[in-house]
């Protein structure tokens, strides 16, 4: 089989490895120590063997050459000997079989337990059960290779938490079941990984489904290739079994040989090649002439093992940064967390989102060579079409900001000094420049803009320059866009008419139709907001999520508050986002100068899809009124209105002393830019006398 890795990186890390082992050889106890802390999975007892030996930071190491050799000894435990196959085994017989398995959560359960347990029993009856006995031992070694990944990043202290062995399984069994389901493609990632080919395997992978299961895939099909190789390449050595009481010290011996092994002139090189190579002759050669017949299985396994490791890493690479976006302002938008509800307002609130809300997220690094773009689409649902943000909603946001080193001629002591500034970094289609002045010479013409394109993509900044003299660098500060709502939605109702209903006074309802085009309430919109990352070169994607259901509501009012009173005309022009109109029944008909004797009649309109609050007070001289006349809240109805009876709501007066007095509506509303409410109270008054 051909075979690309690096083989030079290999050896060294294979040479690292076997340098461990030897000094936990040379520790008095440190060897069986280690292993039995393995087996327990007890991070503290394999710590503290491993600060025995001074092989703390080595601890991968360690753990890896344990785990592959404990793969030998839990197979040959739970399947026996590998079974011969007169033909080649097809690899997605056991990869239909997993996804099986992956829908019987129950029976992943119980499979960890076996495995934990070294249940064989167990283990044969749900091979049985899943009809793959030919391939016991192709199984088994993908399961353990799974659960001793898992051991050396808990005892490693990787991962502070215990691990979830069949959650692991479930997750990897249904990446494998989707990948079985899909003919073609399976097809093409088997001669990928048969090829030993790391960039075609890849570059079939580099699909939203599978690219960030990559490891899974990996995983599966190496894991199938050495017990595929090993069993032939150990056929004229066979290996004996060895119980549970004699392990430790066969471990022991192997981890010895080689340690000499490793001494000896190239031939820790020449395994290596022959292990790339698939000539089984050539192995059989190399194992007599090294006196390895007693560990040829399982010296097949660690070298194959190994080039698993480096193979996975390459077609793999492990991500720092994987682009997101994770709130809109204060709010998560991980359903996990539960920051929304179902009709896409905050949970924390019931807040719909208005104005300008900053969508925040993620970004790596993006390099010259290989840089990165983003973008968002929305969707008005339930059925609108999916569109891109463009530069009409999200031109001018601040997505982070150049870090530079600047020449300050007027900085003491003279004649100057170089001071690290910063300057914002925004999307704009109009190019922006910032002049970083230079010790002599002219000052550097950098662009401090990322134009967005008409399909939405927004180029990351590929500045990586922090030096004297340098162009500067580019440092994301979470904001990936700020998206202008008024440009998706922006509701404008004008209540002077024409329409039934209309023009409206306090007192009456928003007209809601029929027909539609006398509706004058707001439809109340949702929309759904995803993002998308990918690589420019190729358009091969990153990662990709969304929001499902947000909550937006920008609207105006035009309207006459109370039109007995000059001034009281609302326009669409002035921006007011509800109804809100307040009068008193008896000036209407005698008249705003008239005085009032033992009742007023107030009559409001306040009318909002998100009301928050309504509240309806009189102002006058001392004592203070509500001692007198309580102060009143209105029910807000489910439409987000609240309106007088038709009568009006009568105040009784008469304890008052005659004086002007004003009668006064304040509401508040559920709405937000990101962070919690917004402030503000919205308010009318009319005022009246008592005589």
């Known amino acids: ?146 659960r001793y990944r898992l051991v050396c990043r808990w005892i490693c202290l990787v991962d502070p938490r215990p691990p979830v062995l069949w959650a692991e399984i479930l997750a990897a069994a249904r990446t494998v079941g989707a990948l079985a389901a899909n003919e073609r493609l399976f097809k093409a990632v088997s001669a990928a990984s048969a090829a030993g080919d790391a960039v075609k395997l890849a570059d079939a992978l580099r699909i939203p489904d599978f690219q960030w299961r990559c490891h899974f895939i990996c995983e599966f099909f190496c894991s199938w290739r050495c017990v595929l190789l090993c069993p032939i390449y150990a056929r004229p050595f066979p290996y004996a079994a060895i119980k549970a009481a004699a392990q430790i010290r066969e471990a022991q011996a192997f981890a010895e040989t080689i340690v000499k092994l490793s001494k000896k002139s190239d031939a820790l090189q020449q395994l290596i090649e022959v292990v790339a190579s698939g000539k089984a002759d050539r192995w059989s050669a190399l194992v007599k002439e090294y006196q390895l017949e007693r560990y040829a299985l399982q010296l097949c396994h660690w070298v194959c093992g190994w080039r698993c490791y480096r193979f996975c890493y390459l077609v793999c690479p492990p991500v720092e940064i994987i682009p997101i976006f994770d709130h809109v302002g204060a709010y998560r938008v991980d359903p996990f967390f539960n920051d929304f509800t179902a009709d896409g307002t905050t949970t924390a609130g019931g807040y719909a989102f208005t104005g300008t809300i900053p969508l925040i997220g993620l970004l790596p690094p993006s390099p010259v060579a290989n840089p990165i773009e983003y973008r968002f689409t929305v969707k008005k649902l339930p059925g609108g079409a999916v569109a891109p943000l463009t530069a009409t909603e999200i031109t001018g946001s601040v997505i982070g900001s150049l870090e530079f080193w600047e020449w300050d001629a007027t900085a003491l002591p003279a004649p100057g000094q170089w001071k690290l500034r910063t300057t914002d970094y925004t999307i704009n289609n109009t190019a922006g420049f910032y002049d970083i002045q230079q010790n002599g010479g002219p000052p550097l013409h950098v662009q401090v803009t990322t134009p967005i394109a008409a399909d939405g993509w927004v180029r990351v900044p590929t500045n990586d320059n922090l030096t004297q003299g340098g162009g500067g660098k580019f ?113 209407r008909t005698v008249g705003g100068c008239s005085p009032l004797n033992k009742t007023m009649t107030a009559e409001f309109t306040a009318y909002h899809p998100y009301l928050a609050s309504c509240h309806l007070y009189l102002e006058g001289p001392a004592p203070p009124l509500p001692a007198v006349l309580p102060d009143v809240n209105p029910a807000i109805d489910a439409a987000g209105q609240a309106t007088s009876t038709p009568a009006g709501m009568v105040f009784d007066i008469s304890k008052l002393k005659p004086c002007a007095y004003i009668l006064w509506i304040k509401t508040t509303l559920n709405l937000t830019s990101g962070y919690g409410a917004l402030g503000g109270v919205y308010d009318d008054h009319i005022a009246f006398c008592l005589r």
């Not at 030079?8 to 060897?31: M, N």
């Not at 000059?566 to 809100?580: E, F, R, V």
């Open 1 to 146: 089989m051909a075979d690309a890795l690096p083989e030079l990186e290999l050896l060294q890390e294979i040479q690292t490895e076997l340098d461990a082992v030897e000094r936990l050889l040379s520790t008095k106890g440190a060897f069986e120590a280690a292993l039995k802390a393995f087996r327990a999975e007890d991070p503290k007892a394999f710590h503290s063997v491993l600060e025995r030996a001074a092989l703390q930071i080595r601890c991968h190491y360690v753990c890896r050459w344990i785990r592959i050799k404990e793969c030998v000894f839990l197979c040959y435990d739970l399947a026996g000997p590998p079974t011969p196959f007169e033909r080649p085994p097809d690899p997605r017989v056991l990869a239909k079989a997993i996804g099986r398995l992956s829908a019987d959560e129950k029976l992943v359960k119980k499979l960890a337990e076996i495995l934990e347990k070294r249940d064989r029993k167990g283990f044969l009856d749900v091979v049985k059960r899943l009809e793959i006995e030919p391939y016991a031992h192709f199984f088994c070694h993908w399961l353990c290779v799974i």
């Open 475 to 587: 440092v994301a500060t979470h904001l990936l866009a700020a998206l202008d709502t008024t440009k998706l939605t922006l509701e404008q109702f004008d209540l002077h008419g024409p329409g039934t209903g209309l023009p409206i006074v306090a007192g009456a309802p928003v007209p809601t139709g029929p027909p539609a085009a006398d509706n004058k309430r707001s439809e109340k919109p949702v929309f759904q907001i995803n993002f998308e990352a990918r690589r420019v070169f190729g358009a091969v994607p990153i990662s990709s999520n969304g929001l499902p259901k947000i909550a937006l509501s920008n609207i105006r009012y035009a309207f006459d508050r109370h039109p007995d009173w000059a001034g009281s005309t609302i326009t669409l022009a002035d921006g007011y986002p509800q109804a809100l109109l307040l009068d008193i029944k008896e000036l």
